[in-house]
């Protein structure tokens, strides 16, 4: 009881202090609703906003400069010259309200 007692002050001063957040790589939020409709179509399987998976970072492809109609050409039938050195893409159905609103955010991302 007393080694209990004797360390109880060293416990509580380790538990005061926490360590250091990562710093934040995430990039920009992607939107709820556009999270979903990502999610749903299988888009986060390959794409992601802060890191390179299968296929480009959200926001290297906003770089690009896609007109959201472009992007959602890209989508259905996608041109694996535009980006060299991925896996290219397979064509995507995606319902055109859905397609719609995934286009518009992307090109609004910086």
């Not at 959201?68 to 060299?84: C, G, M």
């Amino acid at each position: 009881m007393n080694k209990i007692l004797a360390l109880l002050p060293l416990l509580l001063l380790l538990t005061a202090f926490k360590p250091a957040a990562p710093p934040q790589t995430t990039g920009p939020d992607i939107p709820a609703e556009v999270q979903t409709l990502l999610d749903k179509y299988g888009c986060a399987a390959c794409h992601a906003m802060n890191r390179k998976l299968v296929g480009p970072m959200w926001t290297d492809i906003a770089a690009k400069k896609y007109s959201a109609k472009r992007i959602a050409q890209l989508v259905a039938k996608p041109e694996p010259s535009n980006w060299p050195g991925y896996v290219p893409m397979l064509a995507q159905k995606v319902a055109k309200a859905d397609m719609n609103k995934i286009a518009d955010w992307l090109t609004k991302l910086k």
